[in-house]
């Protein structure tokens, strides 16, 4: 559905984004995580057609970015980072619109209208002035801006942010039902938990492309695994033990737990197994813990930083 | 061209709603084309009473039959070209308005991911600025033909408008003069984020309009239809300049790349 190939855009003397490549296919969750300042928004504006790259090429449901600019953007529905919406006139106005610029019946745009005002709970406060409205239902409003034409290809730039827990829990819901209506999303969030939770892959970009995996991936391409070994007392009596142990690294110690990477752990679990009973410890559990997203994203910012 | 319609009637709702634009022109055409006109050939006589009129006839026409005729006729040539200032100030006053709101409100990204064009932007907010400023002049200069002609008419007997300087500058100088201010207001309105500055811009280019008018009154020369034939044709070939640079500045990377917007 979407293909990136060695994309840059440079601001005079700023590159913004350097030479990234990607694709997403029909129906895919992609969710796309960076710092602040690391090409995301630049991104999304180059796949939408609203800035051109400065080289590289984008191909959209088969047309190329340069050519094919209107096309791609009666397939596409973007919900920018601030929601972008006009105040002085009514939620609803403010829907018609911008549908209207789209080729689909007014039939078709009305019940469109109602099924999204109705879905995030604004039905009730269609004719009020967007003005009127709270930062959580601007962004609602935005978000049904975004889909009303019903869009291939969804663009969203944070799209739980200014939302309370139920509304982002919504939204969430809602964005993961669209893969069964086939809808390609573009997820750029900094809330790991939720890029996490939605995408089937996830792009870590700070200027250049860091890594591109499923979370499966990333978790088991970490080199160090982490494990958690649970004691019967306190683990802090066992602490010289296992800095003893070379193949172990960043040892943590809580109560009887003791938290710790190791390399290679399908030949070294048993050797330490081995080390810390033959030594007196009384082990209740030995996990692995996967690592979560926020740890993986931050290890490889972090690397990346030191580069 | 369907898109820029939805543009011009989302935003003619928008300006008919705008109080404040509607209550300058108001001002504007009540003293322009009513107050002016009927005050200044009503009291006619009295002008000419004066001696340094009377020198001013007889230096600019010669001795002539109808001295009251020639200074209504001399009053009439001022206030067409003092009407200008009507579409001058109701273009200026809504293009930037257009353009601000977009930046005020940060609809312009939403908008331009849509399938609509720059040039369909372009234009919409152009019709949005330029049709109203037509209309509203064009009732002006109906109003001040009916306001002339019942004052003359109780002076002098006689209707002096409609005549051919009065269709030059309603029918060919305002519309010209309306686009090009819609043009550069816009221009302007691009790298500004206040709608002051942006639309003060409408008067500051209305002055050499004031400079013709006092280089009749110094007696230098006086308006002639070949005059704003020649007016007319010079305007309409700034129209293509001001033109390329505002679709310049309308283009879509300009548009997010380099407006100023607001913080």
Known sequence: MIKVKNLTRKFEDITAVENISFDIGESEIFGFLGPNGAGKTTTIRMLSTIISPTS??????????????????????????????????????????????????????????????????????????????????????????????????????????????????????????LKK??????????????????????????????????????????????????????????????????????IKIDDNKATVAIEKPETSNPEIIKKLTVNGAQILYFNEVKATLEEIYLGLIKDEEAK | ??????????????????????LSTLIIITIF????????????????????????????????????KVLIGFILKQLLLLLLFIPAMVSSLIAPSSVIM??????????????????????????????????????????LTVVVDITAFIKLGYLPLPNLEWVIVAFILSPIL??????????????????????????TIILPIYLIIGLQLAGFFLLSITYLLVGCLVLLAVCPFVLKIAVKVFDRENIITKWKMKA
Request: aromatic share 6%; charged share 30%; glycine share 6%.
């Open chain 2, 102 to 143: 977009e930046k005020e409100n940060n609809t312009l990204e939403p908008l331009l991911a849509t399938p609509i064009g720059a040039s369909e932007l372009l234009l919409g907010k152009t019709l949005t600025a330029i049709i109203p400023s037509l209309v509203i002049t064009t009732i002006s200069f109906i109003i």
């Open chain 2, 33 to 68: 084309s009513i107050v002016m006109p009927a005050g200044l050939i009503l009291g006619s006589e009295s002008i000419l009473d004066d001696e340094d009129t009377a020198n001013f006839i007889n230096k600019a026409f010669g001795i002539v039959d109808e001295p009251l």
């Open chain 2, 178 to 203: 309306s686009f090009i201010i819609t043009m550069i207001s816009i221009i302007v309105s691009s790298r500004s984020t206040d709608i002051r500055s942006a639309q003060g811009i409408g008067s």
């Open chain 1, 181 to 250: 209506e086939k809808t390609t999303v573009f997820l750029c969030t900094h809330n790991l938990e939720e890029a996490s939770n939605l995408s089937d892959r996830v792009c870590i970009i700070k200027r250049k492309i860091i890594r591109i995996a499923t979370l499966d991936e990333l978790q088991n391409s970490s080199e160090n695994k982490i494990v958690e070994i649970i004691f019967k007392d306190k683990a802090e009596k066992y602490i010289k033990l296992l800095e003893e142990i070379n193949e172990l690294k960043d």
């Open chain 1, 56 to 177: 590289g090429s984008i191909n959209i449901d088969n047309r190329d970015t340069k050519s094919g600019g209107e096309h791609i953007r009666s397939i596409i529905g973007l919900l920018t980072e601030s929601p972008g919406l006009y105040e002085k006139i009514s939620a609803y106005a403010n829907l018609d619109y911008f549908s209207s610029f789209y080729d689909i019946t007014p039939e078709r745009r009305r019940k469109n209208i109602e099924k999204y005002l109705k879905m995030f709970g604004l039905w009730e406060r269609k004719d009020d002035l967007a003005g009127t409205y709270s930062k959580g239902m601007k962004q609602k409003l935005a978000l049904s801006r975004a889909l009303v034409h019903e869009p291939k290809i969804l663009f969203l730039d944070e799209p739980t942010a200014g939302l309370d827990p139920e509304s982002a829990y919504m939204v969430r819901n809602f964005i993961e039902s």
């Open chain 2, 1 to 22: 061209m369907k898109k820029a319609a939805i543009i011009f009637k989302k935003e003619i709702k928008e300006v008919i709603k705008n109080k404040n634009i509607w």
